[in-house]
């Protein structure tokens, strides 16, 4: 199965550093649609785009800012009044100390309460896929619907350890990510885009350089929380729909014969316990599954908010 975001990360952290090629400016990646309104819910900035609609909360993966949503924000804003959410430390806020996992989950369950959101939908990637799900376990009766992109209640290839094998490999994660720095930070960043991120190796280098705008500390924190995380037992809790969209890259599978729909059952029985769930494979996509293949993901979240 191919490593997610964070286990590229660490793998990234052990290799060694390559050279990084110059910065390439991403105006097209980077730049955001003014939002009405930007305000903090705890450590976390929320920007707000439309102010109508059902409420859609849009949560970027490790390391990643508002840029990861830009296309979303573009097309919902209009019928949605939706709330994008940077968490510290990412996308060039500074780090908190002792913001981590929890805290972004309570952040999010603030952000609910406090802007009294009715049935919000919580759409996640990577991270924020398994935030929204830890959300939607807790306030079952709060949440409309939830969609994670290639985001899990568990980080995949490590369902079968015992948990003292997750804790031990998550604190030699998170310890070799710490004790990067900056320069070499960037530099795995192209690596993993380049690899694991996206197929085109353009954009990958685009949303490199924007992904290293974050804290290497931060993303190490955040990193080594969500390696020990298992939010399996919650899973039967949550009452609203949940859409979970797979990517899957053909060259990336050739060698071990996986197809499409074989990924998907996995990604599925990862989600075992989930009462309303369906899982949907995107095709020609990597990680980044939102730019490699954006017209099959705002298709797939369109139709998913419609039958809501």
Known sequence: MKASLLFALALAACAPAIAAEPATAAPDRAAMAAPVERFEVGSMLVARHGQRGRPLVLIPGLGSGPWAWKDAIREYSG????????????????????????????????????????KPVLIGHSMGGAL?????????????????????????????????????????AKAQLASLTVPVFAAQQQMYMRQIGSADTAMADQLATLSARSDPGAVSEYMGEVLALDLRPALPAIKAPVLVLAPFYAPDAAKSGLTPQAKAAYYKSLMAGTPKVEVVPVEGARHFVMFDQPRQVSDAIGRFLKSL
């Open 79 to 118: 019928d949605y009044t939706v709330y994008v959410v940077t968490l510290p430390g990412f996308d060039g806020r500074p780090a908190v100390a002792g913001a981590g996992f929890d805290s972004a989950r309570d952040a999010l369950k603030q952000l609910i309460a406090t802007r009294k959101l009715d």
């Open 132 to 172: 929204a799900l830890a959300v939607a376990s807790q306030l079952p009766d709060q949440v409309g619907g939830v969609v994670a992109v290639d985001g899990l209640p568990i980080f995949p290839t490590m369902e079968n350890l015992p948990q003292e094998r997750r804790l031990m490999m998550a604190q030699g």
